[in-house]
């Protein structure tokens, strides 16, 4: 017997609006359900995440793309303007990339990740809008093609932050989606300090690094990306708290 009072009604009813689409809409609308009350994440379900400008399709391959980075996105387009080369670390899905790449059309945009399965998706959500991005798998910058160094005017990343020991307390539909997008290390800041580590190289002279980070590790960053960048600096999101780094190669 389906708990449907354990939803709420939006979910019913976009939940009903998926099952509509099928030959049977009363079977799938039960399946459609069930996994949600199991913990699935509703943008699984539908198989769609709004991100800025753009509608993505998302699965259980990627990261869902959160109003936060979306939020880095709107920030980075109130300081760039003619980035020429645009490079995002860790796309998941293409979000960044792709709605980089929809903002600057004239930009030759690069997107990185380590998980084949996320850049299958990254790139089929390319080639459904129909934006020219660069998807390349590996880990961080040893993805990026050694012409580019000295070269990036725009580097965005929303890199995995959350520490091993802050997996379990997470919500369990946040445990649904892939632990490479989300655990960075015992610490949390790892991949964020690898990032600051390479990022001088790959920038060019007035160039800007943009990455998102967990709401306490604003000092750190700026301790980590202030060795190397210059006018560093930690901004908020809506709710005021520290959730971005943002530094320029002098
Ligand atoms: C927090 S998710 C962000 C996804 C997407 N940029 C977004 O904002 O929705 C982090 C992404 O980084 C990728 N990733 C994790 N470690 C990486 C590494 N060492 N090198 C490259 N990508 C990595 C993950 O596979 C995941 O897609």
């Known amino acids: 017997m389906l708990d449907l009072d354990r939803l709420p009604r939006h979910e019913v009813r976009r939940l009903r609006q998926v099952a509509a689409r099928h030959p049977d809409p009363e079977e799938a609308f039960r399946e459609l359900a069930e996994r949600r009350l199991a913990g699935e994440p509703l943008q699984y379900l539908e198989g769609t995440a709004a991100f800025g400008p753009l509608e993505l399709e998302v699965d259980r391959r990627v990261l869902i793309p959160r109003p936060e980075t979306e939020r880095l996105y709107e920030l980075v387009v109130e300081l760039v303007t003619d980035p020429g080369v645009v490079v995002d670390l860790g796309t998941g899905s293409g979000a960044l990339a792709l709605a980089l790449k929809h903002r600057f059309g004239s930009a030759r945009v690069v997107a990185t990740d380590i998980s084949p399965d996320a850049l299958e998706v990254a790139s089929a959500n390319a080639e459904r809008l129909g934006l020219e991005v660069e998807f390349r798998q ?17 580097l965005v990343s929303n890199p995995p932050y959350v ?28 991949v964020l300090a690898r990032i600051a580590r390479g990022a001088a190289d790959w920038l060019r002279p007035g160039g800007l690094m943009a990455c998102e980070i967990g709401e306490t590790q604003g000092q750190e960053a700026l301790e980590l990306f202030g060795a190397a960048l210059s006018d560093v600096r930690v901004a908020q999101d809506l709710t005021g708290r520290d959730r971005y780094l943002l530094a320029w190669k002098s």
């Open 163 to 190: 520490a091993e020991s802050e997996w379990e307390s997470l919500p369990a539909d946040v445990r649904r989606e892939p632990r490479v997008a989300l655990v960075a290390g015992p610490r949390g800041t790892e």
């Open 138 to 154: 590996g880990d961080l910058f040893s993805a990026l093609p050694a012409d580019l160094a000295g070269r990036v005017g725009l």
